[in-house]
């Protein structure tokens, strides 16, 4: 049974900071993984999608890093800002589904302190 | 302009009530979802259906059916509301499973 994990479960950092938030998963038989953030009473905004034949994807400020073999996933966030506030949750895409039943952690909580 | 929209956004009702959310998405999709959020904030799948078919069906009580009249529209009933329901719902979609967008949340507080 595929397990996500992230650790840590809360972390704070000084503005301009770079936020390094890991991801990892048991079983590394994935069609792909998924990064998303939680604001407070809001909905999850999809920030990045690798594939299991992507190492990274790149959007902005941000940067997904993806080791299968290994079962980890980083996401990188340069220079964070106090908007980078949230929580950041991971979700993998088992191989072996057909449509999309994500497995998701537990997430980590972001503090961005001006 | 959204995406995916659920109404309503917050749901107050009394222990065995029976309550229905609506989801509907503009994205042109043909795969909708129902997550549901614990109160520990973990994430976990109840449904999904592809192009009005239901193919995730997650141990799930019977009182939770849902029902998609069309690719752009899922909804959830739930029947005789219990306290442990009480939780946020939300509503995803995607094409044949891939960049998953989800909605803004219902809130739905058993009292």
């Known amino acids: 049974k595929q397990e996500v994990t992230q650790i840590p479960a809360a972390l704070s950092v000084p503005e301009g900071e770079n936020l390094v938030l890991n991801c990892s998963f048991t079983?590394?038989?994935?069609?792909?993984l998924q990064w998303f953030r939680q604001d407070p009473g809001k909905g999850l905004t999809s920030l990045l999608l690798?594939?299991?034949?992507?190492r990274e994807q790149t959007s902005g400020r941000l940067n997904a890093s993806l080791d299968k073999s290994s079962g980890r996933s980083t996401l990188y966030i340069a220079a964070s800002q106090p908007g980078d506030s949230a929580t950041y949750l991971c979700?993998?895409?088992?191989?072996?589904?057909?449509?999309?039943?994500?497995?998701f952690g537990a997430g980590t909580q972001v503090v961005v302190t001006p | 302009d959204t995406a995916v929209s659920q109404t309503p956004k917050y749901l107050v009702t009394q222990m065995g009530n029976d309550k229905s959310i609506k989801c509907e998405q503009n994205?042109?999709?043909?795969?909708m979802y129902w997550y549901k959020q614990d109160s520990k904030k973990f994430l976990k799948i109840m449904f999904s259906?592809?192009?009005?078919?239901?193919?995730i069906n997650e141990t799930v009580p019977n009182r939770f059916s849902p029902k998609s009249p069309d690719k752009a529209h899922l909804n959830l009933h739930i029947n005789s509301l219990e306290l442990g329901d009480s939780a946020v719902y939300f509503c995803?979609?995607?094409?044949?499973?891939?960049?998953?967008?989800f909605g803004p949340g219902t809130r739905l507080t058993v009292l």
């Open positions: 979700a993998v895409r088992p191989l072996s589904d057909s449509w999309g039943k994500l497995q």
């Open positions: 259906y592809n192009n009005k078919e239901l193919i």
């Open positions: 995803a979609s995607s094409h044949r499973g891939n960049e998953q967008f």
């Open positions: 079983d590394s038989a994935i069609y792909n």
């Open positions: 994205l042109g999709h043909d795969t």
């Open positions: 690798i594939q299991s034949s992507q």
